[in-house]
């Protein structure tokens, strides 16, 4: 059973910083890709950033490049969301989510998710 638990999120004001963090278990984390999605209210969920396996190669949402950084450490099963410059828009909650692939962008294509951490940008 693969665990993917969310953590980091919180309530900041327009231009402020977040970081995330996703800890998994119950699998070969360095095997497996991982990103992070976000749904605002009303709001189908939206890809945000994805990592390799590896760790080499990482994909990103136009809406939030220059701003967010995805990255991940293999020795802790954990993969972050750095948020900059944040701005009312990016309030939604933030999932985290695991692929077997190497890499994906579609939601559809992710096998196990967490059960989300709230972010809310204030004006």
């Known amino acids: 059973q693969v665990h993917v638990l969310e953590s980091g999120g919180g309530l900041v004001q327009a231009g402020g910083s977040l970081r995330l963090s996703c800890a998994t278990s119950?699998?070969?984390?360095?095997?497996?890709?991982m990103a992070w999605f976000r749904q605002a209210p009303g709001k189908e969920r939206e890809f945000v950033a994805s990592i390799r396996w590896s760790g080499g190669r990482t994909y990103s949402a136009d809406s939030v490049k220059g701003r967010f950084t995805i990255s991940r450490d293999n020795a802790k099963n954990t993969v972050y969301l750095q948020m900059n410059r944040l701005q009312p828009e990016d309030t939604a909650v933030y999932y985290c989510?695991?692929?077997?692939?190497?890499?994906?962008?579609?939601?559809?294509?992710?096998?196990?998710w967490g059960q989300g951490t709230q972010v809310t940008v204030s004006s």
């Open positions: 119950g699998h070969t984390f360095s095997m497996y890709g």
């Open positions: 989510a695991a692929t077997r692939r190497t890499v994906a962008v579609s939601a559809l294509d992710y096998d196990y």
